[in-house]
């Protein structure tokens, strides 16, 4: 697929008799895991060939993949704290906050972060089509910067030290629940713990 792929956002997730979802959704799904394939494909061949570095005038230099990305390291940052029912922290998770255009006031900025729903990820959904991205306009919540520039030392999967400098703590007002199709996902956030409900 080429670059200027324009999504279909408008599909309507639309459940026929037997519990099964509309060919439309389907095929607008389909779509959208062999574009998000192909552009990993292309992603991996370029830091392959970043890895293998380039030669130069006789000598090896090293080149670096760089990403445009509307998220970089000076991005707003949160951590989560996916609780357990005991109220013990099951599981800790990094968001960025990031702003973008209000969607109907033009000139006005407006701030979304995104959070995971972990209900997909068991399901076996691709992690980018299992992201929740909260965003003011539609789910009112705000930020508590009395920790801001507190550093939290957190693990990444393979157990190396990633230390976050977060910029607050998050609290929504609403119950935030999944949107894809069959998840009944729902959280409420409080001082970025995340509650199911």
Same mark, same amino acid.
């Given at each position: 697929?080429?670059?200027?792929?324009?999504?279909?956002f408008?599909?309507?997730? !639309?459940i026929?008799?037997?519990?099964?979802?509309?060919? $439309?959704?389907?095929?607008?799904?389909?779509?959208? &895991?062999?574009?998000? +394939?192909?552009?990993?494909?292309?992603?991996?061949?370029?830091r392959?060939?970043?890895?293998?570095?380039?030669?130069?005038?006789?000598?090896?230099?090293?080149?670096r993949l760089?990403?445009?990305? @509307? *998220?970089t +390291?000076?991005?707003p &940052?949160? !951590?989560?704290?996916y609780?357990?029912?005991?109220h $013990?922290?099951?599981q800790e998770c990094?968001?960025?906050?990031?702003?973008?255009?209000?969607?109907?006031?033009?000139?006005?900025?407006?701030m979304?972060?995104? @959070?995971?729903?972990?209900r997909?990820?068991?399901?076996?959904?691709?992690?980018?089509? $299992?992201? @929740?991205? *909260?965003?003011?306009?539609?789910? $009112?919540?705000?930020i508590?910067? &009395?920790?801001?520039g507190?550093?939290v030392?957190?693990?990444?999967?393979?157990?190396?030290l990633?230390?976050?400098? *977060?910029?607050?703590t998050?609290?929504?007002?609403?119950?935030?629940?999944?949107?894809?199709?069959?998840?009944?996902?729902?959280?409420r956030?409080?001082?970025?713990?995340v509650? +199911? !409900?």
């Amino acid at each position: 697929m080429s670059d200027d792929t324009k999504y279909d956002f408008g599909v309507p997730t !639309v459940i026929v008799k037997g519990g099964t979802t509309s060919a $439309s959704y389907d095929k607008e799904q389909a779509r959208r &895991r062999a574009d998000a +394939e192909q552009r990993r494909g292309i992603q991996d061949a370029q830091r392959a060939m970043g890895q293998q570095g380039t030669s130069r005038d006789g000598g090896f230099s090293l080149a670096r993949l760089g990403s445009a990305r @509307m *998220i970089t +390291e000076n991005s707003p &940052r949160l !951590v989560l704290y996916y609780m357990n029912k005991d109220h $013990s922290v099951r599981q800790e998770c990094k968001s960025e906050i990031t702003f973008y255009e209000h969607p109907t006031k033009a000139g006005e900025m407006d701030m979304m972060f995104a @959070m995971v729903c972990p209900r997909c990820l068991e399901r076996g959904i691709a992690q980018g089509e $299992s992201q @929740m991205l *909260i965003k003011a306009s539609h789910r $009112s919540f705000w930020i508590d910067e &009395r920790l801001k520039g507190t550093v939290v030392a957190l693990r990444d999967p393979w157990g190396n030290l990633d230390p976050v400098i *977060i910029c607050g703590t998050v609290t929504a007002q609403d119950t935030i629940k999944c949107s894809n199709y069959n998840c009944t996902y729902a959280v409420r956030i409080n001082d970025s713990k995340v509650y +199911e !409900v």
